[in-house]
């Protein structure tokens, strides 16, 4: 399953008394009342702030970060988390999906292993693992297991809250 198909999987889950902000590429409009999307064109930071201090501000339920978490610079990680921790329930959650890259290397390996590499598939993975600049060391390589979000959000102590 792709990670589009993944957000639009958690967001049908949600009870219809329940709010979620859904933040990510590909998602133009969800077809729901109770999300809420970003504005892709504003800051993630100055769209929560905004948001906060909007007379209809109501903390959100659940907050899933698809595909995103992995872009902001490291630098700023501490931060973002921070804001978005702002504008969720106490008892609210928040899913962060990021590629897995070292998933992407090994395949990307096993294309070029090959007699014949499927051309787009090298594309593509290339693309993922380096699509970030100057900086993509700073970036990417920090989300490259299943749990490292979790043991990150652990030591910063905003897992459980």
Known sequence: MNFIDYTLELVNELPPDRIALVVGAGFKVIDNSNVKQNDPEMDL??????????????????????????HFPQRSV????????TILQDTGQLICVVPDMKA???E????????????????RLTYELLSE???????????????SVKKYLEMEGLLDR
């Open 45 to 70: 930071n100055e769209w929560i702030e905004a948001y906060r201090n909007n007379r209809f501000f109501q903390r959100f339920d659940k907050i899933i970060l698809s595909r995103v978490l992995e």
């Open 78 to 85: 501490d931060w973002y988390l921070y804001n978005i921790y």
């Open 104 to 106: 992407c290397s090994d």
């Open 108 to 123: 990307l390996a096993k294309e070029f292993k090959k007699k014949t590499p499927d051309m787009f598939k090298v594309n």
């Open 133 to 147: 600049g100057d900086h993509v060391w700073d970036r990417h390589s920090t989300w490259t297991c299943e749990n």
